[in-house]
C-alpha cells in the first residue's frame, strides 16, 4: 500500500450523510463517535451471532468446550451508519470481526476494501495488524465483535496441545497450520479478502528428511511456509563449487520469495533436515494476493518526503557499487547478505530501498516487512543516484 506524502494524497474526503448532504472535516476523514444508543449483548442471547462467530477463522478450529468458553466473554456490538470501529494507528491488540452490514477500510484518504458481513472475507479479523495499517467505518447499520489477541492465542495455544497429545505425529491440522499462518508478519499486511483467498489457495506438502525443495539457479515457481520440520539453505559459489550452509530455517519460517519477486533464478537450494510438512502458494498466487499489496512503491518526490520526516535510505547494491556512488546518508546491506543482517537494522524507523533494479528492491523491502519492518521501495531506485543525473 502507497503510503503518500500530505502534497501527494487526493483533494478532501468527501462523506455523503444519511439526508444526503456532502459533508467535509478540514481534509480529514469525517468521524462520528459512537453514541450512547449504540447497542451490545452477550453472544448466548442470540443464536444467530453465535452461528456467525462459530465460521470465524480461526474461532472454527476450537473444540466445542473451548469455543463456548471463548463466546461466553464476548459482546456483540452494533453501531450505526458513520460510526467507526477503529482508527488507523490503534494499538487495542483486539481482533475485528464483522458479523452483519459493511463496512469500508481506507488508509489516509484512500479506500483499501469494502468488506460485508456473512461473506468468507468476513470470517477473518479486519485490518489486525497492530499497530493498525487502517481504519474501519461502518457503511450500514452493523453488528461486529471484538476478541482479545491473548485470550485467542490462548485458546489456540491449549487447543494444539490437547492436538498434539492426542496424536504427535498429526501435525496437519487445520488449526495448526492456519494460526501459524495468520500469526505470520507478511499475512498481517494483507487485506482481509487476499488472507481468505491466500488461504483457500494454499497447498499442503508432506516431505521427508533430505528432500530437496528448491535448487539454485532454477525459475521460481512456489513461496514455501514452514508448519513441521526444518530445512538448511545452502549455496554454491561457483557452478559445481562446494556450498556453505547459509541458514537453518524452522517452522513458522518461510522461503522462495526472492526468485518470485526479482524475476531471478533460485539463488539458493533448500533441504529438508527432516520430516516435515511445507505449505506453498504458486508464483501467480504470490503475485496477485501477497506481492502486490505489500511491494509499496514511491516516487523519488515521496521518498525524500519520509526521509525529511525520518525515514533511512537502504541502498541493496554489492558494496563496491555503493561505495562508487550512492544518495547522501543511505546505509549499505547487500541483498545476497540482507536476510542475516537484519537483526543490526533499528526496529522503529521507515526504510526507503532502492536496488540494482525494481525487482531486488521489492525482494529486499519484502525481507524487511517479514521481519515486521516498514519499508517502501523507491521506483527506478538507480536513476537517482548522483552518477546518473
Not at 1 to 22: C, D, I, K, T, Y
Not at 144 to 158: E, Q
Not at 284 to 290: A, K, T, V
Request: aromatic content about 8%; hydrophobic content about 35%.
Amino acid at each position: 500500500m502507497l503510503h503518500m506524502s500530505e502534497e501527494a494524497r487526493p483533494q478532501r474526503f468527501v462523506e455523503r450523510s444519511a439526508q444526503g448532504e456532502n459533508r467535509f472535516d478540514n481534509g480529514r476523514p469525517f468521524e462520528r463517535r459512537n453514541h450512547p444508543g449504540d447497542a451490545a449483548m452477550s453472544v448466548p442471547e442470540n443464536l444467530a451471532d453465535q452461528q456467525l462467530l462459530r465460521n470465524l477463522v480461526p474461532l472454527n478450529t476450537l473444540p466445542e468446550e473451548q469455543f463456548a468458553r471463548v463466546s461466553s466473554q464476548l459482546k456483540v456490538q452494533r453501531v450505526a451508519r458513520g460510526d467507526y470501529l477503529f482508527h488507523e494507528g490503534d494499538t487495542d491488540q483486539q481482533n475485528v470481526y464483522l458479523l452483519t452490514g459493511r463496512v469500508t477500510l481506507f488508509v489516509g484518504h484512500t479506500v483499501v476494501e469494502t468488506v460485508s458481513g456473512g461473506t468468507d472475507v468476513s470470517r477473518y479479523p479486519l485490518a489486525h495488524r497492530f499497530p493498525r495499517k487502517y481504519s474501519g467505518r461502518a457503511d450500514t447499520p452493523l453488528s461486529f465483535v471484538r476478541i482479545d489477541n491473548r485470550l485467542l492465542s490462548s485458546m489456540l495455544a491449549r487447543s494444539e496441545a490437547n492436538n498434539y497429545e492426542v496424536s504427535e505425529v498429526d501435525t496437519g491440522t487445520s488449526s495448526d497450520w492456519m494460526a501459524q499462518v495468520l500469526g505470520s508478519s507478511i499475512f498481517q499486511l494483507l487485506p482481509p479478502g487476499n488472507i481468505q483467498a491466500a488461504l483457500m489457495r494454499i497447498e499442503r506438502h508432506e516431505v521427508a528428511k533430505g528432500e530437496i525443495i528448491i535448487r539454485q539457479g532454477e525459475e521460481g515457481d512456489y513461496y514455501y511456509f514452514i508448519s513441521s520440520g526444518g530445512c538448511r539453505l545452502t549455496r554454491a559459489d561457483t557452478k559445481g563449487g562446494a556450498e556453505r550452509e547459509l541458514a537453518l530455517l524452522g517452522p513458522g519460517d518461510s522461503f522462495g520469495e526472492d526468485a518470485l519477486l526479482s524475476g531471478s533464478p533460485r539463488n539458493c537450494t533448500v533441504t529438508m533436515t527432516q520430516d516435515g510438512c511445507l505449505l506453498r502458494l504458486s508464483k501467480q498466487d504470490f503475485d496477485g494476493l501477497i506481492k502486490s499489496p505489500i511491494a509499496r512503491f514511491v516516487s523519488h518526490f515521496e521518498a525524500e518526503t519520509l526521509v525529511k520526516r525520518g525515514a533511512v535510505w537502504l541502498d541493496v547494491r554489492p558494496q563496491a557499487e555503493h561505495d562508487a556512488s550512492h544518495l547522501p546518508g543511505s546505509i549499505n546491506l547487500p541483498f545476497e547478505l540482507l536476510r542475516y543482517q537484519i537483526s543490526s537494522l533499528a526496529p522503529r524507523c521507515t526504510y526507503v530501498v532502492y536496488g540494482a533494479d525494481d525487482g531486488i528492491s521489492s525482494a529486499a523491502a519484502f525481507q524487511l516487512a517479514q521481519r515486521g519492518l516498514d519499508a517502501v521501495v523507491l521506483r527506478r531506485g538507480k536513476m537517482w543516484l548522483p552518477s546518473q543525473q
